[in-house]
């Protein structure tokens, strides 16, 4: 197929999944949007506002483990300075945490080809250069694409694999799609190799909260970006000033979820679906659960897969866990 004319049966196919999952999602009787929508250009850009925020302890937690902590990471995972191995990243984004751990295996002489599998070509590319760059000795092999298809392919590889899914990303992810996914990941892996899961972890609200409803409200604008974007590319018209962004989090079970609040009762026109829904005044649109762990619930996670728990480093306050798997 032509370049051009594949690029746009990709983006129709694409649009058409949005367009029907908006649909589903607005005619439940609880409405829902999925967060992985969040992520256009724009949401994008709000995100990497979210990780600089004081109230965001995520990314920080996790690049203290990753700065302070790289001999014992290198240590756990048990990698013999002899054998070539594949450094797999999920959702590499901009790589500031990695690049970390990169520069220590570099410096001590291992041999190993780093890949970053990423959904945005864009975020691959910027990241090959800054590793071109900063690290000239690194043997870099960027995959584009969606996680579950990437998986597919990285089953064929030979090389004893490291991967790395970090940021609590899987946290996006409900409990049985969270299972699912790690059972899928280990069949893409041989025995001894290892995965290093970057979890956040349970604790009290007055900590977690404010890392989802920050007070410059940038989280606000990131929710919020989701109805902009229905607007926008599903032709609808949202009135963002009639929503506000309601997070909660259940300090128990350990999970955030956010919606979004209607205002007032309210008619919401998508043109691309040709259809009117109605919102009650109070009524809440779930758009995000951002789940929390701790070794429970991560072993609950793990029963159907082929990994066990081996380690796990934290950070210098306990807020954040990167738990070493093996198959
Ligand atoms: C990407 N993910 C792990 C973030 C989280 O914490 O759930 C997304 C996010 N949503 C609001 N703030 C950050």
């Known amino acids: 197929m032509q ?44 995100f990497v506002e979210i990780m600089n925020m004081p109230e965001y302890y995520l990314t920080n937690a996790e690049y203290d483990i990753f700065k302070n902590k790289t001999q014992d990471l290198i240590s756990v995972l048990k990698i013999n300075h002899k054998t070539d191995f594949d450094l797999i990243e999920l959702g590499a984004g901009d790589g500031t945490k990695t690049k970390e751990l990169l520069k220590v295996l570099d410096n001590q002489g291992f041999k190993f080809t780093f890949l970053p599998v990423d959904i945005s070509k864009n975020a691959l590319s910027q990241l090959e250069s800054t590793i071109h760059v900063e690290l000239p000795n690194i043997k870099i092999n960027t995959k584009q694409g969606d996680y579950f298809n990437v998986l597919e392919d990285i089953k064929t590889y030979e090389k004893p694999k490291v991967l790395l899914f970090l940021g609590s990303n899987i946290g996006n992810l409900s409990d049985a799609k969270a299972a699912e996914f790690l059972k899928k990941l280990s069949t893409a892996l041989h025995e001894n190799d290892k995965v290093v899961l970057g979890v956040d972890l349970i ?33 609808a018209d949202f009135n963002l000033d009639m929503f506000v962004h309601d997070p909660e989090y259940d300090e128990k079970e350990g999970i955030a979820q956010s919606f979004l609040k209607s205002l007032t009762t309210q008619q919401v026109k998508i043109g691309a679906l040709n259809k009117t829904f109605i919102l009650k005044k109070g009524e809440r649109i779930h758009t995000e659960t951002s789940r929390k762990y701790n070794e429970t619930v991560l072993n609950a996670l793990l029963k159907d897969s082929n990994l066990k728990i081996i380690d796990k ?14 198959k």
């Open 3 to 46: 370049t051009t004319l594949k690029k746009t049966v990709i983006k129709s196919t694409a649009s058409t999944h949005f367009k029907n999952e908006v649909d589903l999602g607005l005619s439940a009787t609880v409405k829902y949007l999925p967060s992985k929508y969040f992520y256009d250009k724009k949401g994008d850009a709000i």
């Open 203 to 235: 604790k009290p609200k007055h900590i977690v909260l404010p890392a989802y409803h920050d007070a410059q409200g940038i989280t606000s604008r990131f929710n919020l970006n989701l109805l902009e974007r229905i607007n926008r590319e599903l032709d």
């Open 313 to 326: 480093l934290m950070d210098s306050n306990n807020y954040f866990a990167d738990f070493i798997l093996e």
